[in-house]
């Protein structure tokens, strides 16, 4: 921990909950490991209109905007990250003083920076790769967004065809069925639905003796660190990323918004798998504990 005084500088999240989140293990860590007097808090927050005159008021420089409120909080803004603003979806607030003396807030999002950097680290290659993407949510937009810029062709899966399909719309890529998996020929296989996460451990969103044709296979969810589908993954021969790597790899941009250097990575990881040890998830429930 910094020795907190009258120059440290506020960073934190706001969301719902928040009490669980990694990232402030992992961003107080980088700090920390570069001598920076900065702290970073979670910030339960409902009303996104009073954290952000908050943030603005107490002289915060930088936030992480988490679920519920990552669109929320676009109005609040005075800057829009053109990606971001495609996106639809702020993770990352930057706030600086304008020469007037006036709080700026800029948003971002890293997210979608998130799996691919996550991705490239293990030599997954994704231009001109078909890559699959289970989910619909607003991760799986992120995600997708992502491997597009990185020249890829998504596939999009989802439980719901409405919603699969209104993704890959606006992705302008393809929709197929959960049910029509056994018949696609693709390279990289990424889960993005809460499916195989603790409790529900025994989950797997895609049949294990289909991951064989896939070089490579990806999940965001990492309670635990080694999904079913990552294990069933490896023993099929696919090259594997946990879900740290993507929460890592996003943070790690949130790191250099703020700071304008490049983020400690392996200090921030081993901050992520220990705070990730910590916790102890309830087995009926599925909520965290502690
Ligand atoms: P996020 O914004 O974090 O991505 P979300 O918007 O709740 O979260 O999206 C969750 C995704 O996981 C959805 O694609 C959801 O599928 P549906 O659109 O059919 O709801 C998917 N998902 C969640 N639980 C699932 C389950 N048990 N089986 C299959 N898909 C599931």
Redesign the pocket.
């Known amino acids: 921990m910094p020795q907190i005084n009258g120059s440290t500088e506020l960073f934190g999240i706001i969301g719902n909950p928040v009490r669980h989140s990694l990232s402030p293990a992992m961003h107080n860590a980088a700090f920390a490991s570069l001598g920076m007097n900065r702290v970073y808090v979670p910030m339960p927050v409902n009303d996104v209109a009073q954290a952000m005159s908050g943030l603005r008021s107490l002289g915060f420089r930088g936030a992480s905007v988490t679920?519920p409120h990552k669109e929320a909080v676009i109005p609040f803004l005075d800057e829009l990250d053109p990606v971001a603003d495609k996106i639809g979806a702020v993770n990352t607030l930057l706030l600086r003083q304008d020469s007037e003396g006036r709080t700026i807030v800029r948003g971002f999002n890293t997210d979608w920076l998130g799996a691919n950097a996550a991705l490239a680290a293990a030599q997954v290659e994704l231009r001109g790769k078909r890559v699959v993407v289970a989910?619909?949510?607003?991760?799986?937009k992120a995600v997708g967004f992502g491997l597009i810029e990185a020249g890829a062709e998504v596939v999009i899966t989802?439980?719901?065809a409405e919603?699969?399909q209104e993704l890959a719309q606006w992705l302008n890529s393809e929709f197929i069925a959960l049910d029509d998996l056994p018949w696609l020929t693709a390279d990289v296989f990424i889960n993005?639905?809460?499916?195989g996460m603790e409790p529900n451990t025994e989950?797997i969103?895609i049949p294990p003796h289909l991951l064989s044709k896939f070089s490579a296979v990806m999940d965001i969810v990492y309670a635990p660190l080694e999904t079913r589908l990552l294990n069933k993954a490896k023993t099929a021969g696919c090259r594997t990323v946990d879900g740290l790597a993507m929460l890592l790899h996003q943070g790690a941009e949130q790191f250099r918004i703020w700071t304008g250097v490049p983020a400690p990575e392996q200090v921030m990881r081993a901050a992520l798998e220990e705070g990730l040890l910590r916790r102890t998830i309830c087995a009926v429930c599925g909520s965290f504990l502690r």
């Not at 989910?135 to 799986?140: H, K, L």
């Not at 993005?192 to 499916?195: A, D, E, I, Q």
Request: charge should be positive; glycine fraction near 28%.
């Open positions: 679920v989910g619909a949510g607003g991760a799986a989802n439980r719901t919603s699969g993005t639905t809460s499916v989950g969103i």
